[in-house]
């Protein structure tokens, strides 16, 4: 069974940066597409970039060229790099992983963009 532990989120002012954490335990991660959702306050959760399992990203368009995502596999993180952070930004932050049939999610992590 793998546990994902997401960290990193908080208060931060419009145009600052984060940088969200997501560990998993088990030895499939190295094989498994990880990626973040997040979910704002009445809105649908949605993807906002994936990573597979060979390090190919994939972004939501409005945080492309903002959002970083890497992955370091000795580690069994990824990370989600965040600058230029806008107000829309807000929302809960999830992080998930992906192999085949099999699919976990971790307990969100809250980002807060305010002035």
């Known amino acids: 069974h793998v546990q994902l532990q997401a960290c990193g989120g908080g208060l931060v002012q419009p145009g600052g940066s984060l940088r969200l954490s997501c560990t998993a335990s088990g030895s499939i991660f190295r094989l498994s597409d990880m990626a973040w959702y997040r979910q704002a306050p009445g809105k649908q959760r949605e993807l906002v970039a994936d990573?597979?399992?060979?390090?190919?990203?994939n972004y939501a368009d409005s945080v492309k060229g903002r959002f970083t995502l890497s992955r370091d596999n000795a580690k069994n993180a990824v990370y989600l790099q965040m600058n230029s952070l806008k107000y829309e930004d807000t929302a809960v932050y999830y992080c998930n992983q992906r192999l085949g049939s099999l699919l976990f999610w971790g307990q969100g992590t809250e980002v807060t963009v305010s002035s």
């Open positions: 990573i597979s399992s060979g390090g190919s990203t």
